[in-house]
């Protein structure tokens, strides 16, 4: 008997230690796809699976705001909503005005059709609220615009709202919130929710994120050595961190941008958009 369980306790060691093995060697062969990704400029991948840039990722998530809800063809009969002659997620407010020498808006600004969620009280604090102040206490000329974009992946209703301000001579800023909801079980969906689907390693993802993080700090450092003035991150900051993370969508094709919109705490457009 004592046998049996050394035995068992020998082969449950070795398991782990082929295990650990595993994702050392896998942890290390990531990192340096990562490494020779940024060293090429090339740090996610399109539709046909060809390698994409930095660049073309940040300008391909600001082409999704196109003021549209793509339902994949869902069946919504089951959703609780709040009208039930509309989808999900529509157009509740559209506003295209310009007063001389005060403001100048143009906005779309979504409805998220489903009883008992808070997100539309989130985006009227952030957005609606900003466009009144603009239109009625503004001293500053100000030109204000708001998109957003929707999809629904696997259940999971993703919608993000940006808004791009700029008030006299203060630098433009933008402002991203992104809500993430599962339509069959009725809950919030976390990033790590997704990974786990995804069956990814969280820890992986995070070494990724922070990995081109950095790198984008570095560029900036460069650009202000010449005399630009750039948004300093804080690569240290652990808003980083994968539990830390709550501003992502799934894109059109079941893609993930993790978002990293620096304006929603400081008057800047800059922003990192990691896609995984």
Do not use: H, W
Not at 10 to 29: D, E, H, M, S
Not at 194 to 213: M, S, Y
Request: proline share 1%.
């Amino acid at each position: 008997m004592k046998k049996t369980v050394r035995n068992i306790l020998y082969i449950i060691t070795i398991i782990i230690c082929v295990v650990a093995i595993f994702l050392g060697v896998y942890a290390q062969f990531f990192k340096k796809e990562v490494d020779n990704d940024l060293e090429q400029g090339y740090l996610g991948n399109n539709s046909t699976g060809n390698n994409i840039t930095y660049a073309e990722i940040k300008e391909n998530f600001r082409d999704l705001f196109t003021n549209d809800f793509m339902d994949s063809g869902y069946d919504d009969s089951n959703i609780n909503k709040i009208d039930q002659t509309k989808p999900i997620v529509y157009t509740a407010i559209e506003l295209q005005e310009e007063s001389d020498g005060k403001y100048n808006i143009n906005i779309s600004v979504p409805l998220i059709n489903i009883q008992g969620v808070k997100y539309n009280e989130t985006t009227q604090s952030i957005f609606v609220q900003k466009v009144n102040d603009i239109m009625s206490n503004s001293t500053l000329y100000t030109i204000c615009d708001i998109s957003y974009t929707a999809y629904v992946n696997n259940n999971i209703l993703s919608v993000a709202i940006m808004a791009s301000i700029k008030e006299g001579d203060s630098a433009q800023r933008i402002i991203i919130q992104s809500y993430n909801y599962n339509l069959e079980t009725q809950k919030d969906v976390k990033i790590t929710d997704i990974l786990t689907e995804r069956g990814l390693d969280e820890k992986i993802v995070e070494d990724r994120v922070k990995t081109i993080v950095k790198k984008a700090a570095e560029d900036a450092k460069s650009m202000q050595n010449t005399g630009y003035n750039v948004y300093e991150r804080d690569v240290e900051s652990d808003i980083y961190d994968i539990e830390k993370i709550n501003n992502f969508i799934q894109g059109p094709d079941g893609e993930l941008y993790i978002i990293f919109a620096y304006g929603n705490s400081a008057f800047t457009s800059e922003m990192d958009i990691i896609q995984i």
